[in-house]
Nanobody, 119 residues
Framework: QVQLVESGGGLVQPGGSLGLSCAASGRTFNLDAMGWFRQAPGKGREFVAARTWRRGNTYYSDSVKGRFTISGDNAKNTLYLQMNGLKPEDTALYYC????????????WGQGTQVTVSS
């Protein structure tokens, strides 16, 4: 089992920046990738960004590309998401997720951290 705990959400004005962290614990040695997803009120969960665990390859949704940066510290088992140029439409509950190397989809999820972009 892998446990994921997000932190760093909050309220920020449009155009502002916010950083999220996700600490992983447990059986992290067989993780293949970690990522961030978000769910806005009344909408489905959507992919934001992902990072492969070993090589550090990164992937972004078109809606955040150029504004958000995903990074990780494997020694600390921590994933980060730096969000710049935030827009009201970025308001959502942000989830950290992890995928084992034996799985084809993300099989571990955090509880989520709220990000609200509003003036």
């Amino acid at each position: 089992q892998v446990q994921l705990v997000e932190s760093g959400g909050g309220l920020v004005q449009p155009g502002g920046s916010l950083g999220l962290s996700c600490a992983a614990s447990g059986r992290t040695f067989n993780l293949d990738a970690m990522g961030w997803f978000r769910q806005a009120p009344g909408k489905g969960r959507e992919f934001v960004a992902a990072r492969t665990w070993r090589r550090g390859n990164t992937y972004y949704s078109d809606s955040v590309k150029g504004r958000f940066t995903i990074s990780g510290d494997n020694a600390k088992n921590t994933l980060y998401l730096q969000m710049n140029g935030l827009k009201p439409e970025d308001t959502a509950l942000y989830y950290c997720a992890a995928r084992s190397d034996s799985e084809s989809s993300y099989n571990y999820w955090g509880q989520g951290t709220q990000v609200t972009v509003s003036s």
